[in-house]
């Protein structure tokens, strides 16, 4: 997923400013500047005018704020007065992403469209091929778009390949499709089938699709001098281009009292999945077991394959039992902040009662941007030595499989599988399991191809990160 574009770029300078006006604790005084300074008056932006730049400014600000864009009520409301009510707000919600309707009106619904590669040839095997005739041909076809079901056999029978298939990115790669435009042609991301793969964020051409922010709630605790400990991913080592140990210093600099490594829970992790997978399938002979590390496959289970959970492991993720240590370790005054590389990890926060708050790795980066503080310049912190290599290794496809087949007393019977990537194909296949069996006894699953190194949050290439993870765990 993790690639570098001009829409995730203005993102990340939108959290840099966030970022840099939280740390000197002036948000509220300052907010209402940010589109005005993002974009002036004469500054060229890549959209139609400098008002609309603005306004998506302002919604994707209101996302970092931790709202909806549908909680505006009155469109003459300051972000300052949304601040404020930010810093006042108890509830948590369980919905984590927000469509920017001002950025998102370019993607047509039709999916099938006529190019000017058509010749308006004499055979008119397009219209011959349309069960719906919803073609025509003057100089060129046409296809009416109130007609067309999308069935693409016009695609197929054009001689000069001049029908393409244009998807509305978002929806082609939701694999729940649980997006779908209203009457306004706005996408609208349905709550009850999200699973919180984070794929339409990633792909959105115009950043229109936000993730909901928990930064304003963990700045105001730092700057009331609580105890926040952070929890770091294991997937954050590939991140930045130095060792995980100069990353935890940078983290300290922001004003956390503690960093503790999420590889940490991955042990207790590995040891309990592997006792279990001892107790249901060598001992009690069922059929096969699954990873329960992901939250978007977890999501998955409860949404929309519901005969799959007896087969998911009981064990609980890293993330759930760091913060079981973290409460135990550092007293349950101790604020928990989890940095994560996906949209997922927050609806696990969500459930689990110790996680208070999540830090995407893309929020990270951009504080270390606004806070002027280097990584590469930071001074090494030793990592924990009781931390093995498989532990460090869980954000890579196979990571977890293998770090449970090397806690085995006997491996032997130990058949793993490999559920590379959630999309359609591989939710067919799940479904397959359950009715016709499955090639292993023990399946991993996770929702991004090769695993969390690459999740929607990150800011580095997934293969640079699997090899900087890899040259660490060494």
Known sequence: MTTTNYSKLARRELLAMIGKYLIANTLEENIDRIPFEMHPRYRSGMRCCVRKERAIVKYRTMAFLGYNTYDETNEVTPLSEYTRMAKNRVEKTN?????????????????????????????????????????????????????????????????F?????????????????????????????????????????????FGAIMEKSDMVHIFQNLHQNKKMVAMVAPSVAGQFQTGLGRVITAIKKLGFAEVIEVAEGAGITTKNEAAEFTERILENGEPFMTTSCCPAYANLVELHIPELKP???????????????????FGHDALTVAIVPCVAKRSEAHRDKNTDFVMSVEELSSLFVAAEIDVMDCEETPLNPAINRDSRLFPMS?????????????????????????????????????????????????????????????????????????????
């Open 398 to 474: 196979s990571g977890v499989v293998n770090s449970i087949k090397n806690k085995l007393a006997d491996s032997s019977k130990f058949t793993p599988a490999l559920v590379d990537g959630i999309n359609k194909k591989a939710i067919r296949e799940l479904r397959k399991f359950v009715k016709s069996g499955c090639p292993g006894n023990i399946i991993e699953v996770m929702s991004c191809e090769g695993g969390c190194v690459n999740g929607c949050l990150n800011i580095n290439s997934p293969k640079a990160a699997a090899r900087q993870i890899q040259k660490q765990s060494q």
């Open 95 to 159: 919905v984590h992403l927000t469509v920017v309707d001002e950025a998102c009106t370019s993607c047509v619904q039709n999916k099938y469209v006529v190019t000017n590669l058509c010749r308006g040839c004499v055979a008119r095997s397009c219209i011959y091929a349309c069960p719906q005739k919803a073609i025509s041909v003057t100089d060129k076809a046409w296809i009416n778009p109130d007609d067309c079901t999308n069935c693409g056999l016009c695609l197929k029978a054009c001689p």
């Open 161 to 205: 390949h001049a029908i393409i298939y244009q998807p509305v990115p978002c929806e082609d790669v939701c694999p729940v499709d649980a997006l779908s435009k209203d009457e306004n042609g706005i996408e609208v991301i349905d709550p009850e089938k999200c699973i919180y793969c984070g794929s339409c964020m990633d792909i959105c051409p």
């Open 311 to 329: 087969f998911v492991s009981h064990t609980k993720s890293p993330m759930s039992y760091t913060a079981d240590i973290v409460k135990e370790r």
